[in-house]
């Protein structure tokens, strides 16, 4: 059988060219948990890096940043659980709305009603 000599070559130089590209490592994704602002500030992390720690009580998380000569600052957040709100229906926006109605008119007749009590008074002590 023939065989090619340039199959080969192309093929050994394909494995062997320094700018073919692989493809990029995922990055690691992690939760880091600390102990209190000692553990956040015990966290070591090189020059010009940051990092978000979560506290071990679960209710707050450590915003960790490093400048360029390697000097920490760190903030804390408080955190807390989402509560997802009560989806808008068509029922709830008619009783809101009559209720706004009702609050509107009582609030309108009433002062009409201290208008007419204050005129009233005016107008008889004249």
């Known amino acids: 059988m023939y065989q090619n000599p340039y199959m080969n070559f192309q093929g050994s ?10 493809p990029a490592a995922a990055p690691q994704m992690q939760v ?3 102990n209190g602002e000692g553990g956040a500030n015990a966290y070591s992390m090189g020059p010009n890096s940051s990092a978000i ?4 009580s679960g209710t707050m998380i450590w915003a960790v ?16 659980p989402h509560k997802s709100r009560e989806a808008v229906t068509y029922e709830g926006l008619e009783s809101r709305i009559k209720r706004l109605e009702e609050l509107v008119n009582d609030g309108h007749s009433e002062a009409d009603q201290r208008g007419r009590h204050a005129g009233e008074s005016d107008g008889g002590e004249g």
């Open 13 to 22: 130089q394909m494995a062997m060219n320094p700018y073919q590209t692989m």
């Open 32 to 34: 880091t948990k600390v």
């Open 53 to 56: 720690l979560l506290d071990a």
């Open 65 to 80: 940043t490093t400048d360029g000569a390697g000097y920490k600052t760190v903030v804390p957040y408080d955190i807390s």
